[in-house]
């Protein structure tokens, strides 16, 4: 970076403080003095965030807020309840350690959140990044951060011209986090570069003439800066197939057999439409009838991608087999809302609805 350090920290943190956004998780610019911020807030706000855009966290961080106002209601709470409020945000383990790390800090820590890096590195899905966002923003600790907006605004400030997803190249970026961080209002700097590569240093289309620090940037003054970050490079996502089975209840058609998915892996205990392997049959010891192609349902995830064929179906029986690894019931469309469900059968449902709407008319 070009010196001096001093004036690039005083200027960034005067275009911070003038253009940030306002958002539900940080202090208004009305705020009392000495007015600080519920670091459950920032947890919270931090842990839905992760690979999330901040308009479609907005709407989900009122309504978490609104049913687990305190990190004490949420250490309380049912995971199925933690779950459906999380519902289509994705990345449901972000829910589930959220959820553990609760506990854990009103087990250990008389349900404050604990203000130190190494102490919030021992909470449940607490990572680096996490850890150092929550200390230096709730709690004003000199702590670095380095996500992807962070990093490539290093990257441009540094002319780093290397793969920033590198170990050696993130071991760089991390001290270089560290070595601009100012001593005064840490949490706040922290906030700008993030909010500067949010709203200005973008991946795409870097908004230079509008850059509060550009004469720091040894991108911009080679003209490198639609070349840094060095792009990632493509690699095929693996495609898999699914066969789901929408099965209705003999006597009330508006009924469906669901399932609990299991306790580990993908969506892990989220509930789902009977759902199997291409090619394979619902192992739910029903006689089914009328099995009909009903659509395809796509879902793609960063590392794969989904197809599912969704079969309906009617059963001639209401008795099914189940098990206490994988729970089914039969539920009402109505109540469905009842159960957190994967996007991909919140899509289901919704055309299930449809179908049944369209049949009673």
């Not at 990093?151 to 001290?175: E, G, M, N, Y």
């Not at 087999?321 to 729970?327: L, M, Q, V």
């Amino acid at each position: 970076m070009l010196p001096p350090l001093p004036r690039f920290q005083k200027r960034l943190l005067a275009w911070y403080d003038s253009h940030r956004r306002d958002l539900p998780w940080r202090l208004p610019r009305d705020a009392a003095p000495g007015q600080k911020l519920d670091p459950y807030h920032v947890l919270v706000s931090e842990a839905m965030l992760q690979q999330t855009q901040v308009a479609t966290v907005i709407p989900y961080f009122h309504r978490f807020l609104a049913r687990f106002p305190t990190i004490e209601s949420l250490a309380a709470a049912d995971e199925q309840d933690v779950l459906r409020l999380w519902q289509g945000l994705g990345y449901y383990s972000r829910a589930r350690n959220l959820h553990a790390a609760a506990r854990k800090v009103v087990a250990d820590h008389s349900g404050q959140l604990p203000p130190t890096r190494d102490a919030l590195l021992s909470l449940p899905g607490i990572g680096r990044y996490t850890a150092g966002a929550v200390a230096s923003i709730a709690f004003d600790q000199r702590v670095p951060i380095l996500d992807g907006n962070v990093a490539r605004v290093l990257c441009r400030l540094d002319a780093i011209t290397s793969d920033p997803r590198s170990p050696k190249t993130q071991s760089l970026l991390w001290r270089r986090a560290e070595e601009i961080l100012p001593p005064k209002r840490p949490g706040n700097f922290n906030s700008a570069v993030m909010e500067l590569g949010a709203l200005i240093c973008t991946p795409r289309s870097p908004q230079c003439l509008l850059c509060p620090v550009r004469e720091h940037c040894q991108a911009f003054e080679s003209a490198l800066q639609y070349k840094i970050p060095a792009p990632r490079a493509a690699k095929p996502t693996p495609l898999l197939r699914r066969a789901t089975y929408c099965i209705q209840h003999p006597r009330h058609p508006d009924r469906y057999l669901i399932e609990q998915r299991p306790a580990n892996g993908r969506w892990a205990n989220m509930w789902q439409f009977i759902t199997v392997e291409k090619g394979s049959s619902p192992a739910v010891s029903l006689r089914l009838s009328n099995t009909r192609f009903l659509t395809s349902v796509r879902h793609a995830l960063t590392h794969r991608r989904y197809e599912f064929d969704v079969y309906k179906a009617h059963a001639t029986s209401d008795k099914f087999t189940t098990d206490p690894a994988r729970p089914r019931t039969w539920t009402a469309l109505d109540d469905l809302s009842q159960f957190p469900l994967p996007r991909p059968h919140l899509k289901i449902a919704a055309i299930l609805r449809g179908s049944h709407a369209h049949s009673a008319r």
